[in-house]
Nanobody, 123 residues
Framework: QVQLVESGGGSVESGGSLRLSCAASQHTYSSYCLTWFRQAPRKSREGVAALTSDNTTVYADSVKGRFTISKDNAKNTLYLQMDSLKPDDTATYYC?????????????????WGQGTQVTVTS
């Protein structure tokens, strides 16, 4: 069983930056696909950025050029650097992992989830 714990959320003004972290309970990052999702109130969960074991990245169109996903295998930690934040980025952010190398932003294909961290962007 893989446990994921997010941190780094908070409140920031529009145009600001935040970096989210996701720590795993075991060494997963060498072979798993890792992804950040978000869910705003009354909206469905949205895939934001995915990172495969060979460091291929996929981003949602809404965050391309503003968000960067990365990982530190030695620390078993996944990151999401969020720059130029907008009020529309306000949501609970979750990290997720699946024990397959293929990239997908489909939430139904993920086996493990963190508890989420809140990001609020004020105008």
């Amino acid at each position: 069983q893989v446990q994921l714990v997010e941190s780094g959320g908070g409140s920031v003004e529009s145009g600001g930056s935040l970096r989210l972290s996701c720590a795993a309970s075991q060494h997963t990052y060498s072979s798993y696909c890792l992804t950040w999702f978000r869910q705003a109130p009354r909206k469905s969960r949205e895939g934001v950025a995915a990172l495969t074991s060979d460091n291929t990245t996929v981003y949602a169109d809404s965050v391309k050029g503003r968000f960067t996903i990365s990982k530190d295998n030695a620390k078993n930690t996944l990151y999401l650097q969020m720059d130029s934040l907008k009020p529309d980025d306000t949501a609970t952010y979750y990290c997720a992992a699946r024990p397959f190398p293929q990239t997908t932003l489909d939430a139904d294909r993920y086996n493990y989830w963190g508890q989420g961290t809140q990001v609020t962007v004020t105008s």
